[in-house]
């Protein structure tokens, strides 16, 4: 049996739910390819069972964020594990609703989705739920700017991300942080996105000129959801992504990232996308994104105010 992300209360009735933070699994979404089974399937269920050794020391110091995951205070925020939403590669357009659904009953519920996924389509069902609680500002980490109208016909799926997302009224602002290399994106792509308004941020400017490059683009106060592709690290971290890329970001950076974002703005959401457990025999990669996810949970703990919420 697959343990829940770091032994937090299992809440498989989202109706339930009565916690700060929800991390929930997402295997399935709109397939990679038509016809085919996404390769970050397995990553929900991988990426809990790399930290789960470390469940027993959720109480104890973490020099990463200063403290203790949840914090030490009697007021320490609250987090529960979902478990994984029902899937199947064979019915994206019914994953799409259920993952929606399901983050829709997380808002609802005055908590904060911490979404495990599942490959790099699975942002937009997420953003969708956020329909009538904007103006949203997507922070995206990604070696790719997902700007196709379309691939193979499908509209939905991995490198429309950003496109559909620009299409959500509820959308106001986006920043593409760790492009580099060479993509699905063509020129037209990268043009309609600037158009739109998107601030993309390579990845050799963040090695140039810092993390404080992307905080300066994310106004005092906006509503932040970060959607965490894998392949946004470099490969000597993170290998297990679909299509590495040289030159990426490093764990550090993220830290920084994070922490920067919670302390400038207000983080409504998470998500890690694109794990693909196949390319990880060590397991070593699958700790570095749990670890990525742990943090992203201790700087939402650090600055939970439940009449924050969105």
């Known amino acids: 049996m697959t343990p829940t992300f770091l032994n937090f209360p299992s809440c498989p009735a989202i109706a339930h739910l009565r916690a700060d933070i929800a991390v929930v699994g997402v295997p399935h979404a709109t397939p990679y390819?038509?016809?085919?089974?996404?390769?970050?399937?397995?990553?929900?269920?991988?990426?809990?069972?790399?930290?789960?050794?470390?469940?027993?020391?959720?109480?104890?110091?973490?020099?990463?964020?200063?403290?203790?995951?949840?914090?030490d205070q009697p007021s320490a925020a609250s987090a529960v594990d979902c478990g994984d939403l029902p899937g199947s590669a064979a019915d994206p357009a019914g994953n799409r609703e259920r993952i929606t659904t399901a983050v829709q009953g997380i808002l609802g519920a005055n908590a904060i989705p911490v979404v495990l996924g599942g490959d790099d389509s699975v942002p937009?069902?997420?953003?969708?739920?956020?329909?009538?609680?904007?103006?949203?500002?997507?922070?995206?980490?990604?070696?790719?700017?997902?700007?196709?109208?379309?691939?193979?016909?499908?509209?939905?799926?991995?490198?429309?991300?950003?496109?559909?997302?620009?299409?959500?009224?509820?959308?106001?602002?986006?920043?593409?942080?760790?492009?580099?290399?060479?993509?699905?994106?063509?020129?037209?792509?990268?043009?309609?996105?600037?158009a739109w308004g998107s601030r993309?941020?390579?990845?050799?400017?963040?090695?140039?000129?810092?993390?404080a490059r992307v905080l300066d683009a994310v106004p005092s106060g906006a509503s932040c959801f970060i959607t965490f592709d894998c392949d946004g690290?470099?490969?000597?971290?993170?290998?297990?992504?679909?299509?590495?890329?040289?030159?990426?970001?490093?764990?550090?950076?993220?830290?920084?990232?994070?922490?920067?974002?919670?302390?400038?703005?207000?983080?409504?959401?998470f998500d890690l996308v694109e794990f693909v457990p196949e390319r990880d025999p060590g397991g070593l990669a699958a700790f570095t994104a749990a670890r990525v996810v742990c943090n992203a949970v201790g700087v939402l703990a650090r600055r939970m105010d439940r009449r924050d919420h969105i």
């Open 200 to 211: 993309i941020i390579t990845a050799q400017e963040v090695h140039g000129q810092g993390i």
């Open 124 to 194: 937009i069902p997420v953003l969708q739920a956020y329909e009538g609680r904007g103006p949203l500002t997507i922070i995206q980490v990604d070696a790719h700017v997902d700007w196709r109208d379309e691939v193979g016909g499908e509209r939905c799926g991995y490198s429309s991300t950003m496109r559909r997302a620009s299409e959500m009224p509820w959308v106001e602002r986006m920043v593409q942080i760790g492009m580099r290399g060479v993509g699905s994106a063509r020129p037209a792509e990268v043009s309609d996105a600037h």
């Open 33 to 71: 390819r038509a016809g085919e089974a996404s390769h970050a399937a397995a990553a929900p269920a991988a990426l809990r069972a790399a930290i789960a050794p470390y469940a027993a020391r959720l109480g104890h110091y973490d020099f990463d964020l200063g403290g203790p995951l949840l914090g």
């Open 233 to 269: 690290l470099d490969p000597t971290i993170m290998p297990a992504v679909i299509a590495p890329a040289p030159g990426g970001l490093f764990y550090w950076q993220v830290v920084a990232l994070l922490r920067g974002l919670a302390e400038r703005a207000r983080i409504v959401g």
